[in-house]
Every structure is written in C-alpha cells, then in structure tokens.
C-alpha cells in the first residue's frame, strides 16, 4: 500500500463510529467520506462480528467499546505501518497541537466575553467584536491547511477534513454563526475536535495523557 492506495472500508467505519460516538450510516458517510449504502453494508458485517452494536430503540450504531475500539485502533496502526507514514502523521500531529490552543481559546472568546467587567457571555449583539474573532478563525484556518496537506500526502483519506472545515468556515462567513462552536452539527469546532480525535487514535495517544512527554 502507498499514499495513494485507499483506506479500506472497515477502517473508516470503525473510524466514523468512534468520532461520533453514536451515529446511523448517513451521519458515519459524511465524516469519513464513503456512500451511506456501503457504509450500512459495512455496519450489518461489523454487527456480526460483534465489533459494532446497533441501539434498535435509537436506530444509531455503536462502537464496542472491548473488542470494536481496540480493532480500529488496530487497523489504524497497521495503516501507518504499511504506509511508512507515522513520522509524517505525527509530525502533523504536533503542528496541529501548536494549534490547539489558540483554537481553545478562539472559541471561549467566541462565547464569553472577557474584554469587558465583568466578563459576560457574548450575546453576538457587537459586530466589530464578532468579526474580529472570525477573522482569528480564518487565520487559523489558513494554518491549519498546511497541516491538511500533510496529512493527505500521508494518507488520502484525510481529505475529508478539508471540505469539512471549507464547509464550516464557509457558512460562519455567510452568517451561520452556529456552525462556529455548536456541537450538534458538524461545526468548525465539531469538526475540530474529530480530526483531534482521529489524530490520537492513529498514533495510539491517549487524550488524557496527551503531551506528557
């Protein structure tokens, strides 16, 4: 396999379903990018193999947590394995660290605001404080794109992340200003917070112990 060669479906599914959580197949297809049909065939196959469960009371899918983690975990390793691409994906890794922060910080200052006594939630009434802090999410963005296309080289499936966040930056510039922080759509920080996820199941890192070393 090469950098050029794509992930195969299990993988993604497995993917899908940790950075969700709980999802049905449509919502798994949008986060790693494949056609919701192969995405459910997929799913009847890891339901029997015990590795997926399916909720019949919510009609979602969920990743078991013993034998189903620890396989995309697993799968995701050997895909950085074969590839000969781990420096890379850690590499970018630490660059979108270096990130992290500012974005943490982009978005409490997107909710509350600390400029003023005392600090208050920001109601989104002062223009000029709005679009000062999204112009501090374009900038990130801008970054971030580089670390996007190291990832890529390393392995195409993370495409993905860039239409997502295109989509999201896309919308908040329009006035959408939901898809900044909300956490039940597919958000800039939505999006944010599953490509963290994704980066730390490939490289085996726990998020509770992240950047102890």
């Not at 997926?52 to 034998?67: A, G, H």
Request: proline content about 5%; aromatic content about 8%; glycine content about 8%.
């Amino acid at each position: 396999m090469n950098s050029e060669t794509p992930t195969d479906t299990r993988l993604l599914v497995l993917l899908g379903l940790r950075l969700k959580g709980f999802a049905d197949p449509g919502a798994i297809a949008e986060v790693v990018g494949l056609d919701p049909a192969r995405v459910e065939t997929e799913l009847g196959s890891l339901v029997e193999e015990g590795l997926v469960r399916f909720n019949e009371q919510r009609q979602v899918y969920v990743l078991d947590p013993e034998v189903g983690r620890p396989e995309g975990e697993r799968l995701l390793a050997r895909e950085l394995e074969v590839r000969g691409t781990r420096p890379a994906v850690d590499g970018a890794y630490r660059t979108f660290l270096d990130l992290n922060s500012e974005m943490l910080q982009l978005c409490t200052d997107w909710q509350i605001r600390s400029d003023v006594e005392p600090q208050t939630l920001n109601d989104h009434t002062d223009e000029d404080y709005d679009e000062q802090v999204i112009s501090r999410l374009v900038d990130i963005d801008d970054r971030l794109r580089l670390v996007l296309t190291d990832l890529e080289a390393a392995a195409p499936r993370y495409g993905v992340y860039r239409r997502r966040f295109g989509g999201a930056l896309d919308r908040v510039l329009a006035g959408e200003t939901d898809y900044f922080t909300k956490p039940v759509i597919p958000s800039y920080h939505t999006v944010w917070f599953e490509l963290h996820e994704d980066l730390l199941a490939s490289l085996g890192i726990d998020r509770a112990s992240e950047r102890s070393d």
